[in-house]
Structure formats: C-alpha cells, structure tokens
C-alpha cells in the first residue's frame, strides 16, 4: 500500500473515526473535488506534540490535491510546531510536506521505516 498503512474494514474505520472525533484537540477536514470528497486531513495532539495525517483517493494522486489542501489546512492550524510521519517509500507525500514548508526532524527519531518532518 503506497501510504504505508492498511486499509481498515468499514466497521473499524468508524470505530476509529469515532475515537478520533471524540477528542477535543482534533481539527479536522475534507477535501473536495467537482463535488466529491477527495479525502480528509486531521491534525491532534499526542504525547505532547501536535501532529497532523491526511489520506488523499488514488484517483487523485498527481494533481496538487494533497497540496493544497495541506497549506488551507495550515492556515487554519496554526499552531507549531507540527509533525508528520511517513513511510520513507512515499515519496509523493514527502514531497508534499516539503512544498508546505515542512522538514525533516532529527530531534525525532520515528521507526526505520518512517521519516519525521516537522514544521516550525
């Protein structure tokens, strides 16, 4: 999977989905495109730090989605500084992370399978 991360079955995903929105630190989003949900961005705190996630539909790889919707996002979030980890295979999220102003994180050490970036 080029996010990294396994897809959950219906009921986990609203399990989870439930847990996320029952905290009140979590600022979250959906993006949109032609009127279709594109996919969703979220940003919550965790064992101090503010961390941001966003999972963009295949079909809209490639097209500055991801993007854009993590700058709006940033300025509305604007808190810092903010994490993000990523699997070290998804270049196309590294990328994106770097063109919001993002960067790699050697205070923060994740696992050898992941990079940190953060943004200041």
């Given at each position: 999977?080029?996010?990294?991360?396994?897809a959950r079955d219906h009921d986990a995903f609203m399990a989870h989905w439930d847990?996320?929105?029952s905290n009140p630190?979590?600022?979250?989003?959906?993006?949109?495109v032609d009127d279709r949900v594109?996919?969703?961005i979220g940003s919550w705190v965790q064992d101090g730090q503010r961390l941001i996630g966003y999972w963009i539909g295949q079909r809209y790889w490639g097209r500055g989605v991801a993007t854009q919707m993590l700058k709006l996002f940033l300025e509305h979030v604007t808190e810092r500084p903010i994490h993000a980890f990523v699997v070290k295979h998804n270049v196309a999220s590294v990328?994106?992370?770097q063109k919001c102003?993002?960067?790699p994180d050697e205070?923060?050490?994740g696992e050898a399978d992941e990079?940190?970036?953060v943004r200041e």
């Open positions: 999977e080029m996010a990294g991360f396994p847990r996320l929105l630190e979590l600022v979250t989003m959906s993006v949109t594109a996919g969703h990328r994106v992370l102003g993002f960067r205070e923060t050490a990079f940190v970036f």
